[in-house]
């Protein structure tokens, strides 16, 4: 299917503004380039309430804003926002994860992990880990109930948060109730044929994702460890159930499909869905139609979520 119709003006529209190609250029001139197409999706739902903290690491501080729903929430979600570890901030995301809370019924806290090149692997990661810890620690003050604790992410946030569930499980570490995993980058091979398609060449390109790995973890053969590419891990089973979306015209499509089948065959329940059509960022860019198709995915599956919780039933079985 080629790209749907609504995403090609967009890029259109990109295109006509001009700009040099992610790949030429620095950090300091791509930063920024999301608020602006978060503008334009306008404000989000109003919320109950709204708190921003700054957890104490070492070396620093990382803030986090919780998003609490005017109903109360029956989840929390701990989302990590995409951008290659190199850009984006939380208030280039916060309408749409406004739009989730509303639309899920569940608390986001929002993960302002510190980026490269100045904070280069694995400092994401480990900022992303206290934030979780934190998280979990403070459920009854967010939600002011044992309700499920569910990790989330796009692109590279999505990265971040399938590490968070590996590490999770094998620290004894929070409990991860379901980890939505959009577009994620699970892995460094650039050779994948949803790397080399030119049909994929879009807002992400091969160049762009090389661009990316380079200034977040320029030493190659640390690119295998499983905190960088959870596709290396050697064991996915004992994870808690997944949601992962790809988007038809993505470099990340087959990396992001990869870790959804080992996931299964290790005996994860997997709600997974290819979406036609659609290329990299279609989820955040909540001005396009295809988001909408990503949203109800998601919300469904929380919702199923937050059900079982309520029940004390399992997690899915697998499809």
Same mark, same amino acid.
């Given at each position: 299917?080629?790209?749907?119709?609504?995403?090609?003006?967009?890029?259109?529209?990109?295109?006509?503004?001009?700009?040099?190609?992610? @790949?030429?250029?620095?950090?300091?001139?791509?930063?920024?380039?999301?608020?602006?197409?978060?503008?334009?999706?306008?404000?989000?739902?109003?919320?109950?309430?709204?708190?921003?903290?700054?957890?104490?690491?070492?070396?620093?501080?990382?803030?986090?804003?919780?998003?609490?729903?005017?109903?109360?929430?029956?989840? !929390?979600?701990?989302?990590?926002?995409?951008?290659?570890?190199?850009?984006?901030?939380?208030?280039?995301?916060?309408?749409?994860?406004?739009?989730?809370?509303?639309?899920?019924?569940?608390?986001?806290?929002?993960?302002?992990?510190?980026?490269?090149?100045? @904070?280069?692997?694995?400092?994401?990661?480990?900022?992303?880990?206290?934030?979780?810890?934190? !998280?979990?620690?403070?459920?009854?003050?967010?939600?002011?109930?044992?309700?499920?604790?569910?990790?989330?992410?796009?692109?590279?946030?999505?990265?971040?948060?399938?590490?968070?569930?590996?590490?999770?499980?094998?620290?004894?570490?929070?409990?991860?109730?379901?980890?939505?995993?959009?577009?994620?980058?699970?892995?460094?091979?650039?050779?994948?044929?949803?790397?080399?398609?030119?049909?994929?060449?879009?807002?992400?390109?091969?160049?762009?994702?090389?661009?990316?790995?380079?200034?977040?973890?320029?030493?190659?053969?640390?690119?295998?460890?499983?905190?960088?590419?959870?596709?290396?891990?050697?064991?996915?089973?004992?994870?808690?159930?997944?949601?992962?979306?790809?988007?038809?015209?993505?470099?990340?499509?087959?990396?992001?499909?990869?870790?959804?089948?080992?996931?299964?065959?290790?005996?994860?329940?997997?709600?997974?869905?290819?979406?036609?059509?659609?290329?990299?960022?279609?989820?955040?860019?909540?001005?396009?139609?295809?988001?909408?198709?990503?949203?109800?995915?998601?919300?469904?599956?929380?919702?199923?979520?937050?059900?079982? @919780?309520?029940?004390?039933?399992?997690?899915?079985?697998?499809?």
């Amino acid at each position: 299917m080629t790209i749907d119709v609504h995403t090609q003006r967009f890029l259109e529209q990109m295109a006509a503004a001009g700009g040099k190609a992610l @790949h030429e250029s620095t950090p300091e001139e791509v930063r920024g380039l999301g608020a602006a197409i978060a503008e334009l999706a306008g404000p989000g739902p109003k919320m109950g309430r709204v708190e921003d903290h700054a957890l104490e690491v070492p070396g620093g501080a990382v803030p986090v804003r919780v998003l609490v729903p005017e109903q109360t929430p029956r989840a !929390v979600m701990v989302y990590y926002h995409g951008g290659g570890w190199v850009i984006g901030a939380i208030d280039e995301f916060e309408t749409m994860a406004r739009k989730l809370a509303e639309r899920a019924s569940c608390a986001v806290v929002l993960v302002d992990y510190r980026l490269a090149p100045e @904070h280069r692997y694995p400092v994401a990661v480990d900022d992303s880990y206290a934030a979780l810890e934190w !998280v979990s620690e403070h459920l009854d003050d967010i939600a002011g109930a044992d309700v499920p604790l569910l990790v989330a992410g796009d692109s590279a946030g999505g990265n971040l948060a399938a590490v968070m569930a590996l590490r999770a499980r094998d620290r004894s570490g929070p409990a991860i109730a379901l980890q939505v995993l959009i577009y994620p980058v699970t892995d460094a091979d650039f050779e994948r044929p949803s790397y080399t398609d030119a049909a994929n060449q879009l807002i992400l390109t091969r160049e762009g994702m090389v661009w990316f790995w380079d200034h977040y973890l320029p030493e190659a053969d640390r690119r295998t460890d499983p905190d960088a590419s959870p596709l290396q891990s050697g064991d996915l089973s004992g994870l808690p159930a997944a949601v992962v979306l790809t988007a038809e015209h993505d470099v990340l499509r087959d990396e992001g499909e990869a870790y959804a089948k080992r996931l299964t065959e290790a005996g994860v329940p997997v709600d997974f869905t290819r979406h036609a059509g659609q290329m990299h960022g279609f989820f955040t860019f909540l001005l396009l139609p295809g988001s909408e198709r990503g949203f109800q995915q998601v919300v469904k599956a929380v919702q199923a979520c937050i059900v079982r @919780h309520a029940k004390g039933q399992p997690a899915m079985r697998p499809a």
